[in-house]
């Protein structure tokens, strides 16, 4: 027990070290106006120097992770059915491809999927 409790302080002081450490270190010293502007060739910029960032990119980019998620959670799934019963794998398989097509539909009634709006 008292392994287990010095472990435990030791990760936390060294979490807690290295989180200060990388506080001070990513302070800026002179936030200076001409360093923070965008350059180009000595001249101001005509035009913004961000590009708008598309939302619906976004969304996207989350929908397709969170169907890959689904298969990284499926495939284990596969390779049990072997050593269980059929009716309870078969029901946890039913109750999770349910789970998964009714986001599937709330994302496609909120318009997510929908690019030209």
């Not at 070290?17 to 106006?33: H, Q």
């Not at 491809?97 to 994302?107: D, K, N, T, V």
Request: glycine share 2%; aromatic share 12%; net charge neutral.
């Amino acid at each position: 027990m008292m392994l287990i409790m010095m472990m435990m302080l030791t990760a936390t002081l060294i979490s807690t070290v290295l989180m200060m450490m990388c506080s001070i270190m990513s302070k800026k010293s002179i936030l200076d106006r001409e360093k923070m502007s965008p350059f180009e060739c000595g001249f101001d910029p005509k035009s913004s120097s961000r590009m708008p960032f598309s939302l619906q990119f976004f969304l996207i980019a989350v929908l397709f992770l969170i169907f890959d998620i689904e298969i990284v959670i499926i495939l284990p799934m596969v390779v049990t059915l072997k050593y269980s019963a059929i009716s309870s794998w078969m029901s946890t398989i039913m109750l999770f491809m349910m789970i998964l097509i009714m986001g599937l539909f709330h994302e496609w009634n909120n318009g997510v999927l929908e690019w030209a709006t």
